[in-house]
């Protein structure tokens, strides 16, 4: 099935996916005694999981290769990451997170689905998203963590490293669009070329949104 936009299957999974997300954040508010870093650990481990099973469900029912499946996407590592900040808990891993909010968000509003087996791989796309966002909440109002002007400029190399990798990713298989360097992300910027061009736009513009995220911080002045 082909997917777009806005769709009762969009709107739907959109809903499902956020209330999921408010169920979990509230559990420790309802069960008082929970222990805080223990329920932090289950998360994280329940996230990773979640991203295998996307993972699989892709190869199996989505019919992508396997060079599609692995991280190619600043999404799929955005989603590694609060996983494993959810387990380890360093400011580090809280500050990327925080800073790369800006794609899953917009994965939310507008996600990157061409097309379905089913309506569940919708709902794992939609509910593996909102998680990321989750994840910076929740470490944010239970966790006390607070993102950081260091921990903006870490974000920013991190998402720099993210792509060198894909531009090594892509020359090596050539077949893969890893962090949308080959071809464009939407068909809205087609009009930007040549393609070199382009790829400069679109990091930058993704630097520009990390900066965004910054300027709550920097009213804090951490």
Same mark, same amino acid.
């Given at each position: 099935?082909? %997917?777009?936009? *806005? ?14 997300? =408010?169920? @979990? ?76 909010? *800006? ?6 509003? @507008? ?12 709902? =794992?796309?939609? =509910? ?8 910076? %909440? *929740? ?21 720099? @490293? ?17 962090? *949308? ?26 630097? %520009?949104?990390?900066? @965004? ?10």
């Amino acid at each position: 099935m082909t %997917f777009s936009y *806005f769709s009762p299957i969009h709107i739907e999974t959109f809903i499902v996916s956020i209330l999921f997300c =408010i169920f @979990l954040f509230y559990i420790p508010k309802f069960f008082k005694n929970i222990d805080i870093k223990k329920y932090s650990i289950f998360l994280g481990y329940f996230l990773l999981t979640f991203k295998i099973v996307d993972s699989i469900y892709r190869l199996m029912y989505q019919n992508e290769p396997i060079t599609n499946v692995t991280p190619v996407h600043l999404c799929n590592f955005a989603a590694i990451f609060a996983g494993l900040y959810l387990i380890f808990r360093t400011k580090f891993l809280y500050n990327v997170v925080y800073y790369l909010t *800006f794609g899953p968000v917009l994965a939310l509003i @507008l996600p990157g689905i061409i097309y379905y087996h089913d309506n569940y791989y919708v709902y =794992i796309f939609m =509910i593996m998203h909102a998680l990321i966002v989750f994840t910076a %909440f *929740f470490g944010y109002e239970y966790l006390d963590e607070r993102p950081t002007k260091k921990g903006f400029i870490q974000s920013i190399i991190a998402l720099l @490293l993210i792509f060198l990798y894909a531009f090594i990713y892509n020359f090596i298989f050539k077949e893969i669009n890893a962090m *949308f360097l080959k071809s464009h992300i939407i068909p809205q910027v087609k009009f930007i070329n040549p393609i070199w061009l382009y790829d400069i736009v679109l990091i930058s513009t993704m630097i %520009f949104l990390e900066f @965004l995220l910054y300027l709550p911080v920097m009213k804090r002045k951490v």
